[in-house]
């Protein structure tokens, strides 16, 4: 009041008195010279207000958990009976629920996406990446599981080469002791084998010459010779051996 006392003065008619929160001293009005007596007690009506500290922000009130993340619940391994593993967006919007009401302080959790875990408050619940190792509770929500795809069919067993593909051979040019040319049939049933084993560009010849095998980089395909330069020759061991 003091710091104040001729505008608090001013705001007095000239013969009133007032006071503010210090119950032992007055402020006259102009009348008796715009003095800060003491009081003494006696009536004084009029109080000097001033403005306060604001007052608190309320907090706001928590929102409720988005609908349905009541119905989520956690699994061991696997969902119950009429339930699935909850999608990550799912995951998203229940988080906090997720992590304060199923999750200890330290636990995990995933849902149908493989690629993400939720983590409890020991870990600040977050939706972290999940990089394969070991997380047993499931987080699932209403509705079946879609079905399992169909088991892939079985691998076909790999072709088997016909005996007569045994010992067959690209050389350079000859055929070296102890092997002959193969015939025009057992290059076709071998040809695969034999366009694997020579350069990808290559052409070979057998018996006959009235044919060549043309390397993968042509298909691995039997066309007609006509006499041009050949420098492989598919030979297998002779049957005189």
């Known amino acids: 009041m003091t710091n104040c006392k001729e505008t608090i003065c001013g705001l007095l008619n000239p013969y009133e008195f007032a006071h503010g929160s210090d119950m032992t001293k007055k402020v006259a009005g102009s009348g008796y010279g715009c003095l800060i007596e003491d009081w003494d007690g006696m009536h004084v009506g009029d109080v000097i207000c001033m403005k306060g500290p604001n007052p608190p922000t309320p907090q706001p009130t928590p929102p409720p958990p988005p609908a349905n993340c009541w119905k989520l619940v956690n699994g061991t391994g696997s969902c119950p009976a ?3 593993p909850a999608d990550l967006a799912t995951l998203t919007r229940c ?4 992590c ?5 302080s330290y636990g995990e959790a995933h ?7 939720l983590l409890g408050s020991g870990f600040g619940c977050e939706i ?3 990089h394969g190792e070991e997380v047993s509770t499931v987080i699932c929500m209403p509705g079946e599981a879609p079905p399992s795809p ?3 069919p079985p691998t076909p067993p790999s072709p088997t080469l016909p005996a007569l593909c045994d ?10 002791t102890g092997e002959e040319p193969v015939s025009r049939e057992v290059v076709s049933q071998c040809s695969q084998m034999i366009c694997d084993s020579m350069g990808f560009h290559n052409t070979t010849r057998g018996l006959e010459n009235n044919f060549k095998l043309m390397g993968n980089a042509f298909g691995c395909r039997l066309e007609p010779w006509v006499n041009a330069s050949i420098d492989l020759i598919t030979c297998s ?3 005189g051996l």
């Open 150 to 152: 169909p088991p892939s």
């Open 82 to 84: 009429g339930m699935q």
């Open 111 to 117: 849902g149908n996406d493989t690629a993400w875990k």
């Open 167 to 176: 010992g067959v051979r690209v050389r350079s040019r000859f055929c070296p």
């Open 128 to 130: 972290s990446p999940w």
């Open 237 to 239: 061991p002779s049957q």
């Open 100 to 104: 304060s009401d199923m999750l200890g």
């Open 95 to 98: 988080q906090d629920k997720v």
